[in-house]
């Protein structure tokens, strides 16, 4: 009897002691020490090649500068698990995320503002990559410390083949496209090759992701700064219209988009591109190693995004380095953030064979080719620092990437539907999402 | 006797701890006094009020951290915005205004009746035919029952990439060459807005009727044997035998599974997420895809939870509606 009195108390205890932990104390102002461990957060697959050259880059941070770090790689879920983390109220002294990412750890207080002073060599970054570190009210919150931006990728033996050129405006680019699609260039006397792939799934806002290519080109937009750090829905005006006109017609008119698209997010759209089914994609040059290995490096070649009626504009995108909030040792967040930007850190990140912190450097002193001196990657590398643009950072950009690609999916799943009213639709709803953050002007 | 005399006697020997010795000699001993009987049950099963609860304590504690405190405290984030580090805001029914008024709730709600609908049904009816071609005892039997269980054992993952590659819109796609000989043309399927949301029903439907048919199997077990022999003389044909004697045999069954189908239709998920992340043209959202764009995409807890609150109520409805049908046809 005494026993079970003696269970019963030690459950009741426990379940206490359970609760308890879930409120700890706030740690918005820590006491500093420079001592202390810092506690770095990657998104990348655990135990995969990208996670070894996270920590061949600490390595080297750690002998520059004596700071100690700890990696611990997520890939699933990783905004979540941040989420809990911040519910504990112990977040991570760095994380190394998505640029995207910003505007949703700033809204939810989960960083710290940046004094570029304190930066080590960030007079050295790349203008456009500096700008995508800051929130709309131009406060610094991120350093981006690897970017990449998307380039044509080209079937050269197709080509070749039609004795046809790279193309480098958007009527070659369609010209070659419908080649590819009717000209049999495979030689296996069937109708089974088309000019581009594209991921156009609503998955992640894949859709919107990839005709941001085609719609900053035309010099559309899916929303315009109003001044202020405000914004307002742009679908509407005539080069966006003029952009999914012409994108949309591809798909419909010309039918060079591979079969199956609109279910498509980039896994079997890299396939189709692999198998030999499309000639064409836009991606960026972290799956140059894959196709070198599964289509054969002389099968493709690399060319910069043919100019559109605008220019040559294409998404940049990258990674960047955040310093979380209620850090004890604000110091050593500032030196890693000032080592992953600085000449070696950039080096010491491109290196590697199978994976690499960082694709192209933010760091205007290092030049690709010291490290990767494949011609490819120069072409990469010319491109983002020409014409990379980055996503706005405001608030939360996930319901607008959303929201467009819905917009994209219907637009080129029914060829039926009547273009301006699907944009006039999309526009409501955009103004609805700026409304929401409340950064509509 | 008074109740507290009740509480004295049953304070005695704790159920649990009592020696069988001493239990022997109970039973005889009051006989003709008072009401002996009530008594003599107190003695032997009572014991401390407590003492069950001490015994379910490790269920319930496990139930406790792992179900009850995670749901109330997902009631409680239905009515926030949740902001783990800033500290979360009271909104009151805001996130729910956000999730009914959302783009394409109400329709996605609508597709995920009809998915549910036609999922049920269609792995109900295709459950029991199969069952009824394979019920017996043969050993081949087993051997094809096995393989028609197989797409249930299949990871969900495996089964969107097969059905992808099925469904392949072109002419010489697996199903749309199948199609050609019967002198079809190529369709979209899931690509198609027009066809996406049959082609999805089909892939449930495939994975769906196995579990169905194995549940049909071990119900069609328990029909007496008699009833189809007594049918056969009175002259019953084999669809009447069907019609008058499986079915009202698998009555239960049928309950079982109907709510079961009818729950995993509302929550359905994966295959529509893996399949076409409820495209083209939102012709495939149902709430489940909703609630994850809303919620875990852009991050938004509060309203992921008030979606996830709502669909459940809607579960909960239906499992006491049908609940309440079946006990009024019994009665």
Redesign the interface.
Known sequence: MQRTRWIGAGFLASALALTSCTSGPAGADAKQDSKAELELWTRTTPGGPGEKATLRLVEGFEKATGHKVKVTAIFDDFETKLQQRAAQRQLPDIVMNDVTQLGAMNSQGLLREIDLSKIKNSQDLVEQGLNSGKSVDGKQYGIPYSAQAGALLVRKDWREKLKLEAPRTWDELAALATAFTTRDPDGNGKQDTYGLAAPLSTKRGYASWYFSNFLWAAGGDFITEAGQGTYKPSMTSKESTEAMRWFRALGCDDKVVQPGAVTMDTPPTNETFEAGRTGMFVVGPYLMSRFDKSLGKDKYEVVPMPKGPKDATVLAEGGSVYLMAGSENRAGQDAFAGYAISAEGQRLGMEGVDGSTVQLPVNKTVDVTEVRPDPRWKTYADVYRSSGRYAPSIPNWTPVRQTTAETVNALMADCSLDLGEKLRELDTKLAGILQEQGIAG | MTSLDQVKAAAGP?A??TPPARRGPAPTAPRGAGPPVPRRVRNRRGGRW??PW?FL??AL?LF??FKFIPMASALTMSFQE?????GNRWVGGENYATVLSS?GFREAAWHTVVLAVGQTAGSMLLGLTLALLMEGQGRRLGFVRSAAFLPVVVPIAVVAELW?IM????E?GMLNSLLGLVGFGPSGF????DTSMVSIMLTGIWRGAPYDMMIFLAGLAGVDRGLYEAAKVDGASRFQRIRHVTLPGLRAVLTILFILAAIRGLRVFTEV?L????????STEVVMTVIY?LG????R?GVGAAGAVLLFLATLLLTVGVHLFRRRGNE
């Open positions: 704790a649990g701890s407590w003492t001490l304590a490790p504690i406790l951290y949740v902001q783990p580090y800033l783009d992808r469904y392949h819109p072109t010489d899931i690509n198609d807005p997420f399949l076409t992340n409820g495209g083209p043209d939102g764009k875990l995409e852009q991050n807890l």
